[in-house]
């Protein structure tokens, strides 16, 4: 069946700078897929990233492991077979304790599988050499029939596994010396990576104070921007205020002028007004005297309205009596009409 992905997620991919052991250098420009394989044939895992056609993370997971969180979105472990120490830069802390319990997990199916094929091998070895013994006294009776010609063929084929078994110790016990110095190498380059993260810490706080220094220097000038624009805005205000007041001390300049030019004329109107008043005195004693002949003229028009009242009186006296001599001449004249008929 071959190696089948058991999880998958996206990170940014790092490696230890080779050199000095403690800046990381990216592997990818971006995020790309990082994977868990499990490979079926071999009972084995590893983490597989590959960025477009380049295989950046080939990492097979060994119990002596170790995944370290270094951030709440980081996480590196070393790796003694390709020596050297990889990084995960993930979008979010929920990410990395995914990762992690994985890596956890993964880690202790290795070790499992480890400690079933150590079985498997003394178990193979113990069986060889049991063989092995029996083999002998099967050559002493070779002559004992075919069941003896069969062990014999067994106990050479148990040999040959012996052989090759006591070859692939001797290769592991050597590859495992290898590892145990890449991951001494690796252990110091993770506790210089320590004392990195340590100095980065470090520096990280010196500049986060700067930060905060270069903030507060920030809203300093903020504020004096805030007072020079104030002021400026005054100022625009105290310019408004002086062109107006200008404006009002040219229109003051025009009236002292026209009132200057008015002073020029003031002798003449004072003559004139003299004039006018002396005018004024002899219209008032002109109307003095006129009221005089009007109240003159009341008193002789009251009398004279007497008078015709006095008249209409005696007229319509005198026509009273006048009309009783006509009404006597009327009465005669009806009489002697009356003597003429008579006579």
Request: proline share 2%; hydrophobic share 30%; charged share 35%.
């Amino acid at each position: 069946m071959g190696e089948q992905p058991i999880f998958t997620t996206r990170a940014h991919v790092f490696q230890i700078d080779p050199n000095t052991k403690k800046n990381w250098m990216p592997a990818s420009k971006q995020a790309v897929t990082v994977s868990y394989f499990y490979d079926v044939t071999r009972n084995s895992y590893r983490i597989i990233s590959v960025d477009g056609a380049k295989v950046i993370i080939n990492s097979t997971i060994t119990p002596n492991m170790t995944f370290t969180k270094t951030s709440q979105k980081f996480g590196q472990w070393a790796d003694s077979r390709a020596n050297t120490v990889f990084g995960l830069g993930f979008s979010s802390e929920q990410q990395l304790t995914k990762f992690a319990e994985k890596f956890q997990e993964v880690k202790e199916a290795a070790k499992i599988a480890k400690d079933k094929m150590q079985e498997k091998i003394e178990t193979s070895s113990n069986h060889s050499q049991a063989s092995s013994v029996n083999g002998t006294d099967d050559e002493k009776a070779s002559h004992a029939g075919p069941a003896n010609t069969h062990l014999k063929s067994e106990n050479d084929k148990l040999k040959i596994a012996l052989t090759q078994s006591a070859a692939n110790v001797k290769k592991w016990e050597i590859e495992l010396q290898t590892l145990r110095e890449s991951n001494a190498r690796l252990t110091t380059a993770l506790q210089e990576s320590a004392a990195s993260v340590e100095q980065w810490k470090r520096q990280f706080s010196i500049c986060r104070d700067e930060n905060d220094r270069l903030r507060n220097k920030i809203d300093e000038l903020e504020e004096q921007c805030s007072e020079i624009n104030r002021e400026k805005e005054k100022n625009t205000q105290l310019k408004r205020r002086i062109e107006e007041l200008e404006a009002e001390l040219r229109e003051k300049e025009t009236e002292l002028k026209d009132l200057r030019k008015q002073s020029e004329i003031i002798p003449q109107l004072m003559s004139e007004c003299e004039y006018v008043s002396e005018k004024l005195e002899a219209a008032e004693r002109d109307n003095q005297s006129l009221e005089d002949k009007v109240r003159s003229l009341k008193t002789d028009i009251e009398e004279s309205k007497y008078r015709q009242r006095h008249l209409k009186v005696e007229l319509k006296s005198f026509l009273e009596v006048l009309d009783g001599k006509i009404d006597d001449l009327h009465d005669f004249r009806r009489g002697l009409s009356k003597l003429g008929t008579d006579n």
